[in-house]
């Protein structure tokens, strides 16, 4: 058993065979992981890249954002701006324009594309501005927004002047300055606006609709000092050109010094290089105008006189014919002629006048001795006299029958029963008081009578008569 083991631990000593080394761990991504990760990678290594390239494919969707293809000779990539990003551009993106574009690379997870994730354009060799310009210029110009028939003549001595400009420019004083100087009596009616700076196109547009609704306003003035191609900006925006073509009077453009130009210069119906110059053409210098007026008043003089002069000859050689030889004393003798005629016919006129008035006057006062006013008046008059003499009579009528009813009072209460009973008399009566008793015979013993007093009545019975 022992030289078992001793053989075991023999062979042990024999050398045995390394172990295998383990499988490498596989790791499986998904697809959405790989996509992740490759789009951490093009967002960190290529965080801003400057791509060149010509558009195609640009799309504006509902939601605002820019969706567009950049490419070249041999390859091309797809790219998209945001819409925040694409209010600032000063140009129009449209496809076959070889832009300049900032952004960068990223990874479009559900289609797995690398797109470009632009932050700003620039047209390429053209810059952005000049490009706004010119797409705008053309725009407005098929529009028939700058057609010549449209343009307005200038009044020749206006008499309210708008201005739109700022109020901390040099502009507004050159124009105020000018106009004092050619025209003191114009009324001024300035409407302030920015004329520079991101909301400087909106406010001038306001400026414009407001001044144009003041009554009277016969010309408007509207520009600045000169400038960058950037601070006159405001003037080449869509918003000021069409509130110029909407203003119903004459308008005149003068923004910056005679190099610069604008689109507001196309609209406007007269272009001047500076405000200063704008002022001068609104109104002529007040000698030059009454110039003009003295050269016209001259012209006229001088035509009136050469045309009676004319025809002053031509009187001359028709008078000196001899067929019209003694026509001015054939002339004189109709002309005598006609003031007799006129004197008889006034005469005649006047006689008739004269009848005419009397009968007037005659008709009027009989008409006036028809006028029911003053016959009610009359009228009126008699039914008061009569009203008074009515109540007079009346009153003395009433006076008479009270004195004579006082009067046959009087004597009837004289003459009244009563009056003698109140003196102490009594009246008897039979019992039915039908017969007064005037002697003792008319009545019995036990025969009932009445006896009347003064106040009151008494039943008596007779017990005995003599």
Same mark, same amino acid.
Not at 321 to 326: E, F, I, M, T, V
């Given at each position: 058993?022992?030289? &078992?083991?001793?053989?075991?631990?023999?062979?042990?000593?024999?050398?045995?065979?390394?172990?295998?080394?383990?499988?490498?761990?596989?790791?499986?991504?998904?697809?959405?992981?790989?996509?992740?990760?490759?789009?951490?990678? &093009?967002?960190?290594?290529?965080?801003?890249?400057?791509?060149?390239?010509?558009?195609?494919?640009?799309?504006?969707?509902?939601?605002?954002?820019? !969706?567009? $293809? &950049?490419?070249?000779?041999?390859?091309?990539?797809?790219?998209?701006?945001?819409?925040?990003?694409?209010?600032? /551009?000063?140009?129009?993106?449209?496809?076959?324009?070889?832009?300049?574009?900032?952004?960068?690379? *990223?990874?479009?997870?559900?289609?797995?594309?690398?797109?470009?994730?632009?932050?700003?354009?620039?047209?390429?060799?053209?810059?952005? /501005?000049?490009?706004?310009?010119?797409?705008?210029?053309?725009?407005?110009?098929?529009?028939?927004?700058?057609?010549?028939?449209?343009?307005?003549?200038?009044?020749?001595?206006?008499?309210?002047?708008?201005?739109?400009?700022? /109020?901390?420019?040099?502009?507004?004083?050159?124009?105020?300055?000018?106009?004092?100087?050619?025209?003191?009596?114009?009324?001024?009616?300035?409407?302030?606006?920015?004329?520079?700076?991101?909301? %400087? %196109?909106?406010?001038? @547009?306001?400026?414009?609709?407001?001044?144009?609704?003041?009554?009277?306003?016969?010309?408007?003035?509207?520009?600045?000092?000169?400038? *960058?191609?950037?601070?006159?900006?405001?003037?080449?925006?869509?918003?000021?050109?069409?509130?110029?073509?909407?203003?119903?009077?004459?308008?005149? *453009? @003068?923004?910056?010094?005679?190099?610069d130009v604008t689109i507001a210069d196309f609209v406007a119906d007269v272009r001047a290089p500076t405000p200063s110059a704008a002022a001068e053409l609104v109104v002529s210098r007040k000698d030059e105008f009454c110039g003009r007026i003295d050269r016209l008043r001259d012209r006229l003089h001088a035509s009136a006189r050469s045309r009676i002069q004319g025809? *002053?000859?031509?009187?001359?050689? =028709?008078?000196?014919?001899?067929?019209?030889?003694?026509?001015?004393?054939?002339?004189?003798?109709?002309?005598?002629?006609?003031?007799e005629l006129s004197h008889a016919l006034a005469r005649v006129f006047r006689a008739g006048l004269g009848v005419n008035a009397r009968r007037l006057q005659q008709l009027e006062r009989q008409l006036a001795g028809l006028d029911v006013s003053r016959q009610l008046a009359t009228m009126r008059t008699r039914l008061v006299a009569a009203d008074g003499r009515l109540?007079?009579?009346?009153?003395?009528?009433?006076?008479?029958?009270?004195?004579?009813?006082?009067?046959?009072?009087?004597?009837?209460?004289? &003459?009244?029963?009563?009056?003698?009973?109140?003196?102490? !008399?009594?009246?008897?009566?039979?019992?039915?008081?039908?017969?007064?008793?005037?002697?003792?015979?008319?009545?019995?013993?036990?025969?009932? =009578?009445?006896?009347?007093?003064?106040?009151?009545?008494?039943? @008596?019975?007779? $017990?005995?008569?003599?």
């Open positions: 058993m022992s030289d &078992l083991f001793d053989q075991l631990f023999e062979e042990d000593d024999e050398p045995q065979p390394e172990p295998a080394a383990p499988a490498p761990v596989r790791r499986v991504l998904t697809v959405t992981d790989l996509t992740i990760k490759i789009r951490d990678l &093009l967002e960190t290594e290529l965080f801003e890249v400057w791509v060149e390239g010509e558009l195609s494919n640009c799309r504006v969707w509902n939601t605002g954002h820019l !969706y567009f $293809t &950049l490419k070249d000779d041999r390859s091309q990539l797809r790219g998209f701006m945001f819409k925040a990003a694409l209010r600032y /551009l000063k140009f129009k993106p449209t496809d076959g324009t070889r832009v300049v574009a900032r952004g960068k690379i *990223s990874v479009y997870e559900p289609k797995g594309e690398y797109q470009l994730v632009c932050e700003h354009l620039e047209p390429q060799g053209l810059g952005a /501005l000049q490009l706004a310009f010119e797409q705008l210029k053309k725009r407005l110009q098929q529009e028939g927004l700058f057609d010549p028939a449209r343009k307005r003549a200038l009044p020749a001595l206006p008499r309210k002047i708008g201005i739109v400009t700022s /109020l901390d420019g040099a502009a507004i004083r050159d124009i105020i300055k000018v106009l004092r100087r050619r025209y003191t009596n114009a009324h001024l009616i300035i409407c302030p606006a920015r004329v520079q700076g991101e909301d %400087a %196109a909106s406010d001038i @547009a306001r400026a414009l609709r407001q001044i144009a609704r003041v009554p009277g306003v016969d010309v408007v003035i509207v520009g600045r000092g000169g400038g *960058s191609m950037e601070d006159l900006w405001a003037f080449n925006e869509e918003m000021v050109a069409r509130a110029i073509g909407r203003v119903p009077v004459p308008v005149i *453009s @003068a923004v910056g010094h005679e190099t025809l *002053s000859r031509r009187v001359h050689v =028709i008078g000196a014919r001899p067929a019209l030889a003694g026509f001015p004393g054939r002339i004189a003798m109709r002309g005598r002629h006609v003031a109540t007079s009579a009346a009153t003395r009528r009433q006076d008479r029958a009270a004195g004579q009813l006082r009067a046959v009072a009087g004597r009837l209460d004289v &003459l009244s029963p009563l009056a003698v009973l109140g003196r102490g !008399y009594a009246v008897a009566w039979n019992a039915d008081k039908t017969r007064v008793l005037r002697d003792a015979t008319g009545v019995a013993p036990d025969d009932h =009578i009445r006896v009347t007093l003064s106040r009151g009545e008494i039943e @008596a019975k007779v $017990t005995k008569t003599s």
